[in-house]
């Protein structure tokens, strides 16, 4: 019962509560009337048969009396109007019955005799005795006995009115009820519809209608009000979120988020199609999402995801899905964990990105970088392998017009278009070391022999060599100025000489006839350094009054192959790598090298700007060099020279200028040709074996290194290699291989001269 | 249930008819019923007060000649009063003996003297009793006569209307009135 009233709807609820409250009214009321009613209804019965008993027994004492039982039979037949009354006696002073009432009792039965005076209620009747007196004197005793049915009779109809009553309340609860339901569950059903109806389609812009202005109308209210406020933010977080989604479809991002306490797994639904998964085929779980990830990142993604939990550091991985396809795309996954006031981590939630296209990218990026070095590398090779087959005709040239310099045989005249031919094969010989040395530059293989130096001397010896005909033939005004006291530097000579022919062979060329070159030279504090004893800076100035440099074009002045205007290499000639290559050697020796001008046809003006070391140190140095090289020339030899070279025409012009040099020489085109003299030089006794090797390094089946140590284990000498790489890593590797010397193309007759002494006088020591 | 009723009542019927038998004493001679009837006359006949000469003055039963009650008067009145007072028995052998008195019974034995009786005892608050129908006709006010071995109260109205009496409607209910 209490439980369906629970579930009931509110009309049974109000039926049932009208019911409840008019039938236990009507019960109380119903008991209580009966109550009373069997109370009073006793006495008023008891008080009526005494009145009645007194009334008849006064009555009949004269019958009684004079023994007439007529008469008493009369007063007694009076009874009959009461219809209570059963049965009725009298009985005379012994207690015998005088007189019976109803006359003919049938089977009625009377007490034989009295009881005691008073009454007593039995089940069904009251009976009662009564003395009769006539001045004060007993007569005799009456005897009544009232039938109770009436009683009962009463109370049934009482109980039935009762009933009569509850039906009508009941119908009227009903009738009552209706009405109360059109005014209090009408407006709550319409308003429960309403709810359904929302929580069903959320259309928030519904309204309950509201009836009356009571606490049910109040209720109507405040649910359209939190109708109206739930639509309100309902619109702003559907525009959140389709911002949200936007944001996410367009950046192919999905979220997730991972409840580590249940390990329940909730995905947005961009995820589905972000690993070409589909929602409802998919549970979404870290076990499954592993399964799809790419094999060779699954251990990494589960370590950072662990990572994450114990708090090292935020999620953050990216790593590779295959879908059912095999299409394998690329994500990059972010996340944070969430920890509980104890710190145990409790929630893990986070975005996954498809950056397939931007790895795509990247790797493109990366091959077309690999591609584009590769070309580069390929430009530099190429540039250094043509720079040197350019160089190596030079060298056999070069050797053949020394040669004929020195021969004295040959006229003056010639000896003059001889110098011109050596000169112009040295510029261009000079312009081709020029292009070898970017390339070397570039490709970061220049090397620098560096010792202390006096800067003066190689200043000078350049001005002399390269600036002076020139301004001699120009008329150019050269002024040298020299103020410094500390002018020895930690330098290649041979580089340094190389820049300050560099910059004075541009001021020559650059400064038109009649104009002026000033050269000083000085000491300036360094101005970076805060030691105290630090040594000065030595700076290089070379000033011209030349075709100046442009404000635009000083910023590129000092790149490679970059001339201040297009249109002047034209007029001027040249690679316009001299700079470049200055610079780089300056930056090398840990110097610095600056151009100003004060705009075109204004002149401009090189500085140098190199760290000093101490004179004591340089003077060491110096003297070591010369020692040695005044001691080499000193020595005249004579040796059996073993030339290896496959290139005929420098075979020929240098076995020449070795035998002019008093040296016997064989040439080999190769290393098997290289072998077979020497196995034949070998048959004779020790004075038939050679005593000096001079190889190429690049032969035509083999390298030089091999030749040379082939040679060592069974004919050992000492040997020169000729080659057109000089870089340190080429020099060490001849060392390796057993050379004493390693001399680099175009060969330097001098120094090739000077090589063979210093060998030569080892061996003898 | 009905039956069982029914044998129930027949049972009990049957009983008290048998106890009835068994203990309803023999019926009272006529002249135990007659002094019954006298005393009864004492208690719905009102005596005015100047019957009495005094507060204390006794309620007097006189008879007149033959007394027939012998002791049966006497059990009768054993203990009873007259509104407090004591009722005494008193007789009267000749007519002329009647004195003071408030009820006097004249018996049969007297019809002879009816009216020297009822001569001696008019104008006095005195109630007459005879046993014949002559009394009454002679002037005698009540009059307990015997038929067939009942008793039965005669009255003369128009005798108690004249006395100073007062006669109770009950004692007139069971009276036959001439």
Known sequence: ?????????????????????????????????????????????????????????????????????KSGQEILSALAAERQVTKAAIYDQHGNIFVRYPIRPGDLIFPARPSADGYRFSRSHLSMFQPIVQEGGRLGTIYLQADLSQMYWRFLVYGLLLLLV?????????????????????????????????????DYSVRAVKHDNDEIGQLTDAFNAMLARIGESSAALAASEERLRLALEGSRTGSWDWNLETNETTWDDFMYPLLGLTKGEFEPSFATFSKIVHPDDRARVADAVTDAIDGKHPYDCDFRVVDRAGTIRHMAGRGRVFYN??????????????????????????RAKEAAEAANKAKDNFLAILSHELRTPLTPVLAAVAMLEEDETVPT????????????????????????????????????????????????????????????????QVSTKITATETHVLADSS??????????????????????????????AAADVQEKDATPDLVVQIQDSGIGISAHTMPRIFNAFEQGEHARSRVFGGLGLGLAISRAIVELHGG???????????????????????????????????AGTAEGAALPVCLRVLLVEDHPDTARQLTRLLQRAGHEVTWAGSIREAHQVVEASNGGDAKGRFDILISDLGLPDGSGHDLMRDLAAHHPMPGIALSGYGMK???????AAGFSRHITKPVDWQELKLAIQKIAAEQDA | MELLRQLRLSIGLTLTFVWACAAQPA????????????????????WPESAFTSPNDPFVIGIVGSDPFGALLYEAIAGETYHGRPITVVHFATPRDIRHCHLLFVSQGNRNHYDAILEQASGQGLLTVGETESFLDRGGMIALTTEQSRVHVRINGTALRNSALGVSSKLLQVAQIR
């Open chain 2, 27 to 46: 019926p009272p001679g006529e002249y135990s019923l007659k002094a019954v009837f006298l005393y009864n006359f004492v208690r719905f006949v009102d």
């Open chain 1, 341 to 366: 006031a104890d710190g145990k981590p409790v929630r893990m939630t986070g975005v996954n990105m498809d950056i397939t296209a931007s790895k795509k990218n990247e790797e493109e990026l990366s």
């Open chain 1, 166 to 202: 509850g039906i009508a309340a009941s119908l009227g609860a009903i009738a009552l009820t209706t009405n109360l339901q059109q005014r209090i569950s009408v407006p709550i059903l319409e308003l429960a519809k309403v709810a359904g109806s929302v929580s069903e389609q959320p």
């Open chain 1, 592 to 626: 610095r090298i600056i151009a100003k001008s004060d705009g075109q046809g204004k002149g401009a003006c090189f500085e140098i700007r190199l760290r000093t070391v101490e004179e004591k140190i340089a003077a060491d140095g110096a003297t070591n060099t010369t």
């Open chain 1, 729 to 735: 890593d080429d020099i060490l590797e001849s060392m």
């Open chain 1, 495 to 524: 580089r340094m000489t190389q820049v300050f022919w560099n910059l004075l062979q541009n001021a020559c060329k650059f400064t038109p006839e009649g104009g002026k070159i000033d050269v000083r030279v000085y000491n300036e």
């Open chain 1, 413 to 476: 005249d010639i000896q003059r278009e001889l110098e011109m031919i050596r000169r112009n094969i040295e510029v261009e010989a000079r312009l081709i070391d020029d292009l070898l040395d970017v390339t070397g530059i570039i490709r970061g293989k220049l090397e620098l022999n560096r010792q202390p130096v006096d800067v003066r001397p190689l200043l000078e010896h350049a001005l002399q060599n390269y600036c002076g005909p020139t301004a001699t033939r120009k008329k150019l």
């Open chain 1, 1 to 69: 019962m209490r439980l369906s009233l629970h579930n009931a709807p509110i009309k049974r609820k109000l039926i049932i509560v009208i019911l409840l409250t008019t039938g236990s009214a009507l019960l109380l009321l119903g008991s209580a009337l009966i109550t009373y009613e069997l109370l009073t209804f006793r006495r008023s019965l008891a008080t009526n048969m005494e009145v009645l008993a007194q009334v008849i027994g006064a009555n009949s004492t004269g019958a009684l009396a004079f023994r007439d039982p």
